[in-house]
Structures are given as structure tokens and as C-alpha cells.
């Protein structure tokens, strides 16, 4: 007797329904990070531990065994890794990662050499730099030039030129040296006002028992220069005019740091608006360092809270007064940075809006330079990738993670007014500091972080 087509075709058709599912679920958990364990003899959930660094062909050292190179994926079985990345030629990068099943895990060491490459910029004594706004161009005096026509205000190009050589005099020292001079760039970078001022012993006559009179500061004059060309002499004092200029550059600003400033939670805005000083958002505007004037607790994390996967290292919800601290727009995570310092002169305030009477006063203008320039009232600036902050302590040049990690040494070299900045793209990092010169010869230098 002949068996049924029909019956026959349908169990192919189940049978092939059945592999079917079977196939999509195994490679649903296969994708999920399932394994099958011999030892266990069952199907255990993995996590996926991304590895990535700069540059890249890292060995990457798990647990104290060499494992894999980077760039690379590994499937783990859950649980605390300690992870270690490394070069030759390079600072290791350590770190402790929690992998959870069916989770992604990421690392993005950013490694810096041991030895770096250095090259000078200015030969002739440097005293006096200022980086503008965007990051690209250097403000610099010298003053020490075997010609002395050639002593005075320069604006170097860091980005797209070979260092060295697109080095334009602005201003020379007639009258006037630059060195001694408060440099503030617009915040287009198109001019550069020159503030001098002398400090003068204190008038008052009464002063509490055991107190000494402080020397206060008074503008003399100011000079308004392009940054294109060589601005002719004699140079005209604008002083009567900051009071203007003042309040056209705040409301720039203001329109620059509202935008970003949006971009965070409504509980931090308020800190860093009112209850915060020393504000500067990371180059991408996705983190900020703050330091509090108050003590208080930051929220829960409801960002972290609503993602799979966030950062491991320990977090700070608790505000002290005095105490600086990072937030990371994108995991919500709050750490403390302590190793930040600040300066017992001046405190930047976020300009969020221009003063409707200004007055020409030292200070408006110190908060105007304090508004993109780190260095000038602490020892840090970000780093061109966000991801690592630049200090500068009695050890000279060092980079650390923004979660407080990895502290690493770039060069003991301290130098002057911690002016240590990085280029655009991070593969310089430049410095005003003495290096085998006279003690108290600067120039800057470039370092090689490639």
C-alpha cells in the first residue's frame, strides 16, 4: 500500500517548522552570549567584553594571563575581570570590569608614551601664552629675540601646519611689554585684548589688629589687537571702551555655554549656575567639571538606572563644598576629582548672559580669559577626546582618566602657570616649561603623544 503524499509532505513541513525555531532560538542565545559548558555540562549565559585601544595591537593581559591583542571581542563567563592593557613604549592601562551575561562591556584605553618625543616652538624665552577659545591658535610674548624689533606678541597655529612655522607677530614690545600683560582672546578668536595694570599698596589706614594691608590691582591700559595681522603702532588704548567690549564678549559667551549647558539635567543645571564654580564642559559636551560651594546630594542616577551597562568605577553622589567633581552627560555618573586644583585668585562664574552696565573692572575681564582657559584658574584641562583630563602637579605633566583611573606621567617638567594644552586631534601635547635651559627660561615646547 503507497504511504500519503500529503500526510508525508505536512511532516516534512512540521519537522522543518520545528528546525526552524530550534535554530532561531539557539542562535538568539548564541547571540546573547550562550555557551555550552563542558565543565558544567549545561548552557551558561556569557557577557561580551569589547577591547579597544590606542594605539591598537595591544596585548591585553586578563587575570594576569596573556589573552588576546587588541582590537578585539571576548566572550566571558560572568564575573570581576582585571584587566590590563599594554605596549611596548607605552604606559599600561588597568582597569577592574564587571562582566554581566548577555551585556556588552566596553574598554577604550587611550595609551601614552613613556618617552616622548619633544620638539620647541619658540627659542627665545617665553613668558607669557594663552590658548584661544577653539583650541587651535596660541597666543604668546617673546622677549628675548637676538633682534629687538622682534620681541613682542605672537599667535601660533597649532592645527593643520607643521609646528613652527606659521608663527605671525602681532604687536611688538614699544613702550609696552607683553610679557607683564593679561592676554584674553574674543570669543571668536579674532582679536586679543592686552590688559596691564599695576598693584598698588592699600589706602586703608585702619585695618583689624594683626592684619597686613594687600597690595590691590589697578588697569592702566588696554589695547584691543587683531589677530591676523600685525597691528601698526602707535596702538591706540581702548579703555574707555571695555565697558563695550566687555559686554559684547559676555553675551557671545552666553550664547555659546546656554546651548550646552541645556544639554544637562535640569537638578545639575541648577548646581553648576549657582551652587558650582570652575564649570568647564569636556570638548564634546558630553561631561562636565564642576566644583561645589556647597554641600549636597546629587539624585539618584535615573540615566544609569535605565541602561543596560555603565562605567564600574565608583561614583560620588554626596557634594562636598571645595570638592570637584566630573558628571558624564550620556551614564548620569557623578566622580570625584580631588586631584583637580584651584587657584586662591580667581573663581570662574558660567556666563550665561551679558551685564546691562559693566564696568571696566580687573575682574570682568579675568572672568572673560576664565571662560575657555582651565590652566588660569586651576591645574587642569581636558584632553581632546574627553575621555582624559591633563594635570599639572609638583610632578610636572600628567594625564588621568576622567573616573579618576589610571593616573599616568607625561613629564616631570612643571610648567609655567600650568600652561600644558592639548592640539585638536590630542597627537600634541604643548607646554610652556624649561627644559636643560636656564631656570627661569620658558619656552614652549611640543610633546609627541602618538
Known sequence: MSKNPKKR?????????????????VAIKFAKGYRPSLQEKTIQGTGLLSLTSYPKSARVIINDKLTTVTDDKLYLTPGNYNVVIEKDGFHSWTKNLPVKAELVTSTDARLFP?????????????????????GTKIAYTLNNAPQNISNGLY??????????????????NIGKDFADSLLIWSPDSSQILAIFSEKTESTKKTLPAGRQALPTERLT??????????????????????????????????????????????????????DSYNVYFSPDKEKVLYTAKINQTLPDNAIGSSLPNINSSPEVRNLLKGH??????????NYQ???????????????????????????????LKA?????????FSWYSNSRQVIIVNSNGINVIDYDGQNLININ?????????????????LISLTNLNQKPESFNLFSFDLK
Do not use: M
Open 371 to 379: 571662560q575657555t582657559e582651565s590652566y588660569y584658574v586651576g591645574n
Open 324 to 333: 570637584s567633581y566630573i558628571f558624564d552627560l550620556k551614564e548620569g555618573t
Open 221 to 274: 591700559s588696554a589695547y584691543l589687537l587683531s589677530t591676523k595681522e600685525k597691528n601698526s603702532n602707535p596702538l591706540v588704548d581702548v579703555t574707555i571702551r571695555l565697558p563695550l567690549i566687555i559686554s559684547q564678549w559676555q553675551d557671545q559667551y552666553a550664547k555659546i555655554n546656554q546651548p550646552v549647558l541645556n544639554l544637562f539635567p535640569d537638578f545639575l543645571q541648577k548646581i553648576l549656575t549657582k
Open 114 to 134: 613613556i618617552i616622548t618625543s619633544t620638539s620647541p616652538i619658540t627659542f627665545y624665552q617665553v613668558k607669557n601664552a594663552s590658548l584661544n577659545p577653539d
Open 412 to 428: 616631570p617638567g612643571v610648567p609655567l602657570n600650568n600652561f600644558a594644552i592639548p592640539s585638536i586631534d590630542g597627537s600634541k
Open 155 to 172: 599667535v601660533h597655529s597649532i592645527s593643520g601646519n607643521l609646528l613652527g612655522s606659521n608663527n605671525l607677530q602681532i604687536a611688538e
Open 9 to 25: 509532505r505536512l511532516l516534512v513541513n512540521i519537522i522543518t517548522i520545528i528546525f526552524l525555531c530550534v535554530g532561531t532560538l
Open 337 to 367: 576629582f580631588d586631584i583637580a586644583t584651584k587657584s586662591s585668585e580667581i573663581q570662574k562664574d558660567l556666563i550665561l548672559s551679558s551685564t546691562a552696565t559693566p564696568s571696566a573692572s580687573l575682574n570682568s575681564l579675568k572672568q
